[in-house]
């Protein structure tokens, strides 16, 4: 157990709609990144937030959106959704605000009909 | 550009029988290489960071490995449950994001 929650763990949606992703981080870590793994593209960085501030972004959709709030946790917004975006999507969090070793939650795995 | 390959993309190995794993980087400026662990579907998960050539570490039947152009996870003796997809990632200088390499699905047999 890494100690990062995830939730939830599974969701069905359809094309066109929102959805959010929570995560809590391990206690006591200020880092909370976002990943995207699908089969074709393996897994790629979205963003980075230290201690409530966006610290770098990868290439995230505009339609994708991000907050970590005060008490730590993130929400990693999707709209407009599409049939692309399945995929599962991760949270990782580190105590330190570069190049620490990230520990991964389990995902969240999206499903678009 | 800066990247990241691991070879080979599959490796089965009977249960016992050593081997490596490799990462190999085109990265000019490193400053720490991660291998990772990940079971199907379930997230990554960490074994070990590596930050200057010439550096080692082990955990139980694994050790990794650096050096200035690769990294190697090595595998004594595997069991069956050592059987994963092996990542490695790294983080530049002035590049804060984590960069994964495809990974090498390990299988071990009984």
């Known amino acids: 157990d890494s100690g990062v929650t995830q939730t939830p763990k599974h969701l069905i949606t359809a094309t066109g709609q929102r959805v959010t992703l929570r995560c809590s981080p391990r206690?006591?870590?200020?880092?909370v990144y976002w990943y995207q793994q699908s089969l074709d593209q393996g897994l790629q960085f979205l963003i980075h937030?230290?201690?409530?501030?966006?610290?770098a972004k990868g290439n995230i959709l505009e339609r994708f959106s991000a907050q970590q709030f005060p008490d730590l946790h993130s929400e990693l917004n999707l709209s407009s959704l599409e049939l692309g975006d399945s995929a599962l999507y991760f949270c990782a969090s580190s105590a330190d605000k570069i190049s620490g070793p990230q520990h991964f939650g389990d995902g969240t795995r999206l499903s678009i009909l | 550009e800066d990247q990241v390959t691991q070879s080979p993309e599959a490796l089965r190995l009977q249960e016992g029988e050593s081997s490596s794993l490799n990462c190999s980087y085109t990265?000019?400026?490193?400053?720490?290489l991660f291998w990772y662990r990940q079971d199907p579907g379930k997230g990554p998960e960490f074994l070990f960071t590596l930050y200057s050539a010439g550096e080692e570490k082990e955990k139980e039947r694994l050790k990794a490995t650096l050096t200035k152009k690769e990294s190697f996870l090595h595998i004594t003796a595997p069991k069956p449950e050592d059987s994963a997809t092996y990542l490695c990632a790294w983080i530049g200088f002035g590049n804060e994001k984590l960069t994964f390499g495809t990974g090498t699905r390990l299988t071990i047999i009984p």
């Open positions: 206690s006591g870590d200020l880092s």
């Open positions: 990265v000019s400026g490193l400053r720490g």
């Open positions: 937030y230290y201690n409530g501030e966006e610290r």
